[in-house]
């Protein structure tokens, strides 16, 4: 393909989408976009056929496995990350899942990495993939079958919702208190306010003024809400939990296979395989760690691991319907995606923020 094949192929219809921040004035913004187009001489593109990223729709009480073998034949680590998809983006739920993911956090970190030593990389946090909301947690571990990290990170889910039944409200306000100071906090550099507003104009939401937002929701939320969010979205069973388990599979023979106890085993003995596993877990840190699962609680000076001398309940059963993904491309192709959430495309003047927002359309 020549130069000439290649302008006709891919200049002949186009969409220009342009961000002007610094010194000029807005007639000079829109002189550059006119100089554009008088220049590359194309025909504009139909709303249609602008180019679009689509995020696959899960369904409400499906969990859905993808396992693949690692890339390195040799590497004997295993890894996992379980996405809990929420929904479109709204104010409210961004800012409740930014809250879970702030106050989650550390506690996710110290249950799977440092007490429970996992492996190497324990991290969980939040995910907006086209303005769909997920919340993520991911485990590297180089002994641990997936699916044993998979139960770890169902476990931890299941009593972090215990803690918050636990949590004063003075807490939890704190924790509300640094995460709007975090999301109002003032860009440093003048790319990192250019960075905000090309991420609204390049998803087409144009919330320019999104941190003051969220923040004014933020402030009017209480515990409740965050509950309500975690039991709708997130807990084991919850009416609209879409899981996805993304598996990545280690040498084999080199991982060591999580202790299961035998069918038609008791419940005692299986909470007994569960307590072995805990306390290998935990045999390098001293006496007094012989613990079905550990609580977190907050003093004056840092968060620490304590200890819970009782018993945890049954395990609840997961009664999600269980797709396992055998080929992914086929598994997008049969799913439903969501609609284009970009539904502001008008001509709009941010005052405040001397930004002028213009689509030019070739008639």
Known sequence: MNCDHM????????????????????????????????????????????????????????????????????????????????????????VLLTLLGHMANQPCYEQLRTVEQLGYIVWSGVQNMSNILCYRVIVQSSDKEVEYLNKRIERFLKQYRKELDEMSEEKFETSKDAVIKLILEKEKKLSETTQRFWSEIATRQYLFDRAQQEAETLRGLHLEDLKHFFDRYIAMNAPERRKFSSRSVGKKEDNKPAAEPEAGASASASEEADAVENKEASSNRGPGYEAYFVRFEEDTCARKAVPETQKENAEEEDTSHVVNITNFNDFKAGMGIYPNFAGRRIDQTYDSYNINVVYVRKK
Not at 41 to 57: A, T
Not at 61 to 66: K, Q
Not at 69 to 84: E, K, M, Q, R, T
Request: with cysteine.
């Open 7 to 94: 302008w006709i192929f891919y200049f002949t219809m186009l969409f220009i989408r342009c961000l002007v921040h610094g010194n000029m004035t807005k007639q000079d913004s829109l002189d550059i976009c006119s100089k554009s187009k008088e220049t590359l001489k194309f025909d504009s593109l139909s709303e249609g056929q602008e180019p679009d990223n689509r995020i696959v729709k899960l369904e409400n009480g499906h969990t859905y496995i993808y396992t693949m073998d690692g890339s390195n034949p040799d590497d004997v680590n295993s890894a996992i990350c379980n996405a809990y998809m929420i929904g479109p983006y709204t104010t409210e739920c961004g």
